[in-house]
């Protein structure tokens, strides 16, 4: 049975934000991202990026480039919160869709009359999120997740597109091969060396080339080009979480130890996050007594991935919640609201060496295990449980005081 796979992306996001709290930057090259000469640009306006300014880039280049650009410091909070708002519209109209990013979704209209009527249903869709939000966002409707995704991007500014059945190998054959969802630079300059430029070449190739090129990936991307891709959408629930918890072998009321703990379980978790690339906008600790009351609060919090946001939001937490000077039997962090992104969301606080710092660390924990680096505060605390990778798709090592 053939599917209809709507993608929804909000268009330059945090621009757009930016331009809904002040109208004068409409029509305005606009940079977001940390200010300092050290800081990197989250986010370009079209405006910026015509001077060849784009996301990544440091903030000093992007300014010489675009003199002229307004420089704005990002506010993830209002990112965050501009981000939900969008996610309950999409809620309300889509029981089932995926949250792909703090901008970006997928919804399965399959079997909503016929395809007429979804193209219809996500038309309605995108005038609601624009009418209610102010904001510019774009849609590709076709049978799959890679062709709309790549519609969407065709679509964009502030536009739709659909691709009627059938016709997704023409849709993408004039496209350059970088249209291609994983396609990077490295995949990209192997394909360019081998002269190729357009999807349309891909097309044409023989499959079993593409992967003497390019090994295990050359068969997806032939696939993709050829658009072709079974992926599921996976559905958004803001209850999916990563945990980890810590029964006592004996209780204890030791606040420092406590505290220590606490940070070991956050860096760790934080660690999976990044790892899976992945970022949470709710945190919370559990606390349970010697006479077994147990207690929790959660916090929201801006979509993060970083240690320095983390630990200090967990030990807040822990500050209120531990009111009664008793004997602790087990504490717990958890981390829900999880969406696909990288560091980009935290760019605005975070200069070029701080990213290389969590980059390097996060590879030294990939190579010789999750605690081989720590902070000094959790250097007492017993191992925590090693994890694997809770977002590739392998059955997750339970512990005995990790709940998944
Ligand atoms: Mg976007």
């Given at each position: 049975m053939n599917r209809t796979i709507l993608h929804l992306d909000l268009d330059t996001f945090f621009v757009s934000v930016e331009r809904l709290l002040d109208s004068r930057l409409n029509g305005r090259p606009i940079l977001v991202g940390g200010i300092s000469d050290r800081g990197v640009v989250a986010a370009c306006s079209y405006e910026a990026r015509a001077f060849g300014v784009h996301s990544g880039m440091p903030m000093k280049m992007a300014r010489n480039l675009c003199p002229e650009a307004v420089v704005i410091k990002g506010n993830a909070g209002t990112y965050t919160k501009q981000s939900e708002l969008?996610?309950?519209?999409?809620?309300e109209g889509v029981p089932l869709f995926e949250k792909a990013s703090i901008?970006?979704?997928?919804?399965?209209?399959s079997g909503m009359d016929k395809f007429f009527g979804s193209y219809k249903y996500a038309s309605e869709l995108r005038k609601r999120i624009i009418n209610e939000t102010g904001l510019p966002i774009s849609f590709g409707l076709s049978v799959n997740k890679v062709v709309s995704k790549v519609a969407t991007g065709e679509a964009?500014?502030?536009?739709?597109?659909?691709?009627?059945f059938g016709l997704e190998?023409?849709?993408?054959?004039?496209?350059?091969?970088?249209k291609i969802p994983m396609v990077g630079d490295k995949t990209y300059l192997t394909l360019r060396n081998l002269g190729i430029k357009q999807i349309r070449t891909l097309q044409e190739m023989p499959r079993d080339m593409m992967s003497t090129v390019l090994g295990k990936n050359g068969l997806t991307i032939w696939n993709r080009a050829n658009g072709v891709d079974n992926t599921p959408i996976t559905p958004y629930s803001e209850r999916k979480s990563i945990s980890t918890e810590r029964t006592f072998d004996r209780d204890t009321i030791d606040v420092y130890r406590l505290r220590s703990i606490l940070t070991a379980m956050t860096e760790n978790l934080a660690f999976q996050l990044r790892r899976g690339e992945k970022l949470t906008a709710c945190v919370s600790v559990k606390l349970r007594y010697s006479d077994f009351q147990t207690c929790s609060k959660q916090m929201k919090i801006p979509y993060t991935s970083a240690d320095h946001i983390l630990i200090p939001a967990i030990q807040d937490l822990f500050n209120q919640l531990y009111n009664r000077r008793l004997l602790v039997r087990l504490i717990g962090v958890r981390f829900t609201h999880l969406v696909h992104g990288h560091y980009q969301i935290n760019l605005f606080e975070d200069t070029q060496q701080s990213i290389r710092l969590y980059q390097a660390l996060d590879k030294i924990r990939e190579r010789y295990g999750d605690r081989s680096v720590i902070r000094a505060t959790s250097m007492g605390v017993r191992t925590i449980g090693r994890m694997t990778n809770p977002f590739n798709g392998d059955p997750p090592i339970i512990l005995a005081h990790r709940k998944q």
């Open positions: 969008v996610t309950e519209i999409i809620k901008d970006e979704f997928y919804a399965d209209l964009k500014p502030n536009n739709q597109l659909k691709i009627g190998k023409p849709f993408l054959a004039p496209l350059s091969i970088r």
